[in-house]
């Protein structure tokens, strides 16, 4: 069988050096504010998943080794346009200039997402798989129809493509040239199930040729080249283009969530393989070798990480009284009679014990 998936796309080999045949790689400036949100990407990773170890987190789902996947996706979008992370995505979320701590209100296990979606521009991390990826198209389509300016970038995993979200999405996405990104981030597992057992496509960027959309393949640990194929992207989806399937390549470092034991599911030297692959020490490299980046920059990023992982340790050790009245406000926006009859025996309940 002929494999009709695209060719990998990498400017950055693992040292740091251009690969032969690489195309332009993006301005200095623009790849030292990358490098920039990576130190934060993976500051507010570690300092999240201590949290849990301490109490504050309910759960923490780490993209470690994924940051650059994340910090590329949020970046290439304009102020005008919408991201639509998954659980896995809160660096993304923290590189679109949302608040930290409102981001991590979730996982704490306030039954809010923490952060005002419309005002963002970003949707609630989504937990369920693929779900997102409807609403994206949905909200993208509807831009389209109203002539805005608009371009939605849909966040998943590989695991999101074995689900019928995917599908319904990416088809009806493409039968109407939404201007949308579903970036799968293929980081080899969906939970315990590797992606030989989801897929026998040769790659999950070859399945946009189903659906008569354009797809990428790119080295997701590869932040330069994952800067130039998703803001390529951006641009012809605001064109007019139409919707694109990109697949970046990349690995779970960590176990998938804190409740996760990786260790029966696949070996410690499967993981080895990929820590000198880390992004951070591939645009590192780069970045010393050519003269952009100095000892005084990069002290200077590790501080302003480091006051972001304070804030998140004050905000999230905050106590917050529970309001009990929150049970019944947001469930109906016109409370049936027996919310409302609940909600007054509460209130008599409440006042009896203040009164008593």
């Known amino acids: 069988m002929d494999d009709p998936s695209p060719s990998l796309i990498r400017l950055l080999d693992e040292q740091g050096g251009l690969v032969e045949g690489a195309t332009a790689l993006p301005p200095?400036?623009?790849?030292?504010?990358?490098?920039?949100?990576?130190?934060?990407?993976?500051?507010?990773?570690?300092?999240a998943s201590a949290l849990v170890r301490q109490g504050r987190l309910a759960v923490y789902p780490s993209s470690h080794g994924q940051e650059a996947c994340q910090v590329a996706a949020a970046r290439a979008l304009?102020?005008?346009?919408?991201?639509?992370?998954?659980?896995?995505?809160?660096a993304a979320i923290v590189a679109r200039g949302v608040d930290p701590v409102e981001v991590l209100m979730m996982m704490g296990g306030d039954w809010h997402c923490g952060y005002d979606p419309t005002a963002t521009r970003v949707a609630p991390q989504a937990t369920p798989?693929?779900?997102?990826?409807?609403?994206?198209?949905?909200?993208?389509?509807?831009?389209?129809?109203?002539?805005?300016?608009?371009?939605?970038?849909?966040?998943?995993?590989?695991?999101?493509?074995?689900?019928?979200?995917?599908?319904?999405?990416?088809?009806?996405?493409?039968?109407?040239?939404?201007?949308?990104?579903?970036?799968?981030?293929?980081?080899?597992y969906a939970i315990s199930v590797p992606l030989a057992r989801q897929t026998l496509a040769p790659s999950l960027a070859a399945k946009?040729?189903?659906?008569?959309?354009r797809a990428a393949r790119v080295d997701g640990n590869?932040?330069?080249a994952l800067t130039v194929v998703l803001a390529d992207a951006v641009r012809r989806a605001r064109s007019g283009d139409g919707p694109m399937l990109v697949e970046a390549d990349t690995y779970r470092?960590?176990?998938?969530?804190?409740?996760?034991?990786?260790?029966?599911?696949?070996?410690?030297?499967?993981?080895?393989?990929?820590?000198?692959?880390?992004?951070?020490?591939?645009?590192r490299a780069h970045l010393v070798a050519t003269g952009a980046l100095d000892a005084e920059q990069e002290a200077a990023f590790a501080a302003d990480a480091e006051q972001v992982a304070a804030r998140l340790r004050a905000g999230m050790s905050a106590e917050v009284a529970p309001d009990a009245a929150d049970l019944?406000?947001?469930?109906?926006?016109?409370?049936?009679?027996?919310?409302?009859?609940?909600?007054?025996?509460?209130?008599?309940?409440?006042?009896?014990?203040?009164?008593?």
């Open 222 to 224: 590869d932040l330069a």
């Open 129 to 188: 798989l693929a779900t997102q990826l409807l609403h994206a198209v949905g909200v993208a389509h509807a831009a389209r129809l109203k002539g805005e300016d608009t371009v939605v970038m849909a966040l998943c995993g590989d695991g999101a493509t074995s689900e019928g979200d995917f599908h319904e999405a990416l088809n009806f996405a493409a039968v109407f040239a939404a201007p949308v990104i579903f970036f799968v981030q293929n980081n080899k």
């Open 328 to 356: 019944f406000a947001h469930v109906y926006a016109r409370p049936t009679p027996q919310l409302l009859e609940q909600a007054a025996q509460l209130r008599a309940e409440q006042n009896a014990e203040v009164g008593s």
């Open 78 to 90: 304009g102020m005008q346009d919408w991201l639509f992370p998954t659980y896995r995505d809160t």
């Open 253 to 283: 470092i960590q176990a998938h969530t804190n409740a996760d034991d990786a260790t029966r599911y696949r070996a410690d030297a499967e993981v080895a393989q990929w820590l000198p692959r880390d992004p951070l020490l591939r645009l």
């Open 208 to 213: 946009g040729v189903g659906y008569g959309m």
């Open 28 to 47: 200095a400036a623009e790849l030292l504010a990358g490098y920039r949100a990576l130190v934060l990407a993976r500051r507010v990773n570690d300092q």
